[in-house]
């Protein structure tokens, strides 16, 4: 699971995680590459071949110009989007 969507965080049944030997990992995902500003970087060197070569088929919703980012931010406040929104800036 990445994020909360639905608006509450779930809660854990530790017994379930105890009588089937199970654990469960979190991470906050800006302290962990806070610090390492190359991470970012080494990240997209590596998906952005994948991505060229047509092997990730990443969920795309709308697209807004930069002029309407208010709106593409208000898509997902209200939690509207079904893919991911693009903001694309003038050419």
């Known amino acids: 699971m990445i994020g909360f969507t639905g608006g509450e965080i779930p809660t854990v049944k ?21 610090g390492r500003s190359e991470f ?3 990240q997209w060197n590596d998906l952005l071949p994948l991505l060229s070569a047509g092997r990730l088929d990443p969920p795309l919703g709308r697209e807004y ?7 593409a931010v208000a898509e997902l406040d209200e939690r509207r989007a079904t893919g991911k929104i693009l903001v694309k800036p003038r050419p």
């Not at 030997?21 to 302290?31: D, K, T």
């Not at 110009?65 to 709106?71: V, Y």
């Open 65 to 71: 110009p930069l002029e309407d980012a208010a709106a």
């Open 40 to 42: 970012l970087r080494e």
């Open 14 to 34: 530790v017994n379930r995680l105890l009588l089937n030997n199970i654990s469960v990992v979190g991470v906050g995902w800006g302290a962990f590459w806070h």
